[in-house]
């Protein structure tokens, strides 16, 4: 099944004039650096550092899901080490395929944009320009993940479970910094009743 999937996207979908692009977009994905200097960005800039912490947290979440338990603990090897007929656009990959990377990173950063979104922080819920970039973040890591398939390199599978984790990397982060955030703001209010105590 998921050999025939990849195997019609390469006899009816790929063509000269949309295989360049796949292969840029798939290679924007590589090791995720697009992903990690956004979350930077936002980190140093103190409006959106709170935005930026939950996407590095997601980011980091989905690497150690992804890459450092279930590609070692699954080891599944590549579609095109196993699908005669399959032809990569791309170089060979030096890891395992499942999950895929590509999408759990993109996926792990569009979903901390999204729940962000959804649940709420201040300054952003309501910000019609969030939920542009929003929107056009996940239509990217969605485009990012179907690439995967596109050039060859990803079962179905791969990219459907990358991409859930990457959600699920994105919730979670959502709530530890909302917990974080309230612990600081707890203890900055204890420690002021404390002073204020000290002072009478």
């Keep these: 099944m998921e050999a025939d999937i990849l195997l019609y996207i390469q006899e009816f979908i790929r063509n000269d004039i949309l295989n360049p692009i796949m292969i840029f977009l798939t290679h924007s994905g590589d090791y995720g650096i ?8 936002l980190i140093f800039i103190p409006k959106t ?3 930026g912490m939950i ?5 980091a979440l989905e690497f150690l899901m992804n890459n450092i338990i279930l590609k ?7 579609p095109y080490e196993v699908i005669e007929e399959l032809e990569i656009l791309i170089g060979r990959q030096p890891d395992y395929s499942f999950p895929s990377g590509h999408s759990g990173v993109s996926f792990a950063f569009a979903g901390a944009l999204l729940f ?5 922080i201040p300054g952003f819920t309501d910000n019609r ?6 929107i056009l973040v996940l239509i990217y890591a969605t485009i990012v993940a179907f690439s995967r398939l596109y050039v060859g390199v990803h079962y179905p599978s791969d990219v459907i479970v990358g991409a859930l984790l990457g959600i699920i990397s994105g919730v979670a982060s959502y709530f530890i910094v909302k917990k974080l955030y309230e612990s600081r703001k707890t203890n900055k209010a204890e420690s002021q009743h404390t002073s204020e105590l000290s002072s009478d």
């Design 55 to 59: 996407t590095g947290i997601s980011i």
């Design 116 to 120: 962000a979104l959804i649940f709420g």
């Design 34 to 41: 697009l992903c990690i200097l956004a979350a930077i960005i």
């Design 49 to 51: 550092r709170r935005l």
């Design 129 to 134: 320009k969030y939920k542009t970039v929003t």
């Design 72 to 78: 070692n603990l699954v080891a599944r090897t590549r």
